[in-house]
């Protein structure tokens, strides 16, 4: 009998609940019981890791063995998915993700058509399917769904966790029109099998998503997340504030202007510049490079989706 149980035990389903206590508010905090008893219910054994600090998400997954965990979830904001995804990625065995959204814009949720309501996503990872998803890398790091670098892309890393929490993707927008009139330009050199050029560009982003800051479909009409290819989008210099709302409208309709943007589809690429550029990855701080490769890493991990 008493061996019985322990076989019982032993075959128990397990998830590594990994969540960010600050993000989208802190809601996580009126939802966290009504979660795990949900995933208690489908019948998982629940591990939780509450993050503290910038990495934690990385490390939960990576100093944990994956082979012990059926189901790793996360909930928070688009960063924590990005280091439970780079934690992941990292591990000898992969193993499907969860993901709780509980940020400001969440993009990559809205992508996947994961719901905003945090009882019904658990739902979602209980009942839901696996998808296998693109993930991106750019040079020794990982990506989730964006890449980006100029105008707009600093706000989404300094832009304070408490600001985020009271204005959502409002927050981005409202940061961003502050910086207009400190507009710079970046001369970089692009390369890839599909087209080359070079010239002054004031924004670039490399997607794998249908949403970026909230906006809908600014990355093109037919966006698949799992093609094994990235939407680029580059955005050239204007000449005066004029050209430069134009651009903007224009790249928020996705009415591509050919005198003012390349927008095409790649599964690699390579930027390169004669200064540091800052990037963004999954709105946060990806470092200052003069070289960056990005590689579409095809259908390379399992995100839980809707069934």
């Known amino acids: 009998m008493i061996e019985a149980f322990r076989s019982i035990a032993m075959e128990k389903k397990k998830i590594l609940f990994i969540y960010n206590p600050r ?122 769904y964006i890449a980006a670098f100029g105008i707009f892309t600093e706000v989404s890393y300094e832009t304070s966790q408490d600001v985020k929490n009271v204005l959502g993707h409002m927050a981005y927008i409202l940061e961003g029109m502050r910086r207009l009139a400190s507009v710079k330009a970046y001369k970089i050199k692009v390369e890839s099998r ?54 903007m409208a224009a790249l928020i309709n996705r009415n591509i202007n050919t005198d003012c943007m390349y927008c095409f589809k790649t599964s690699a690429l390579r930027i390169s510049s004669e200064e540091r550029i800052a990037w963004t990855l999954d709105g946060e701080f990806g470092g200052e490079h003069k070289f960056v490769e990005i590689t579409n890493q095809k259908q390379a991990l399992s995100i839980r989706i809707p069934g």
Request: proline share 3%; net charge negative; charged share 25%.
């Open 23 to 144: 993000a989208g508010k802190a809601k996580i905090r009126s939802n966290l019981l009504d979660i795990i008893d949900i995933f208690a219910k489908a019948g998982y054994e629940v591990t939780a890791y509450p993050t503290q600090s910038r990495g934690d998400g990385i490390k939960a997954v990576t100093e944990r063995k994956t082979g012990y965990y059926d189901l790793i979830v996360c909930s928070g904001g688009d960063g924590t998915l990005d280091e439970v995804v780079t934690g992941m990625m990292q591990c000898e065995r992969k193993i499907p993700i969860g993901y709780v959204p509980a940020g400001s814009t969440n993009d990559f949720a809205n992508s996947l058509h994961i719901p905003r309501n945090m009882i019904d996503a658990a739902q979602v990872i209980v009942k839901g399917r696996n998808f296998a998803c693109d993930i991106g890398t750019f040079n020794d790091d990982i990506f989730v």
């Open 194 to 247: 599909e087209l080359s050029l070079e010239g002054d560009f004031l924004f670039g982003m490399i997607t794998n998503s249908t949403s970026v800051g909230g906006f809908k479909r600014i990355t093109g009409k037919y966006v698949q997340l799992d093609d094994g290819e990235f939407e680029v989008t580059l955005i050239k210099m204007p000449n005066n504030p004029m050209e430069l709302n134009l651009i």
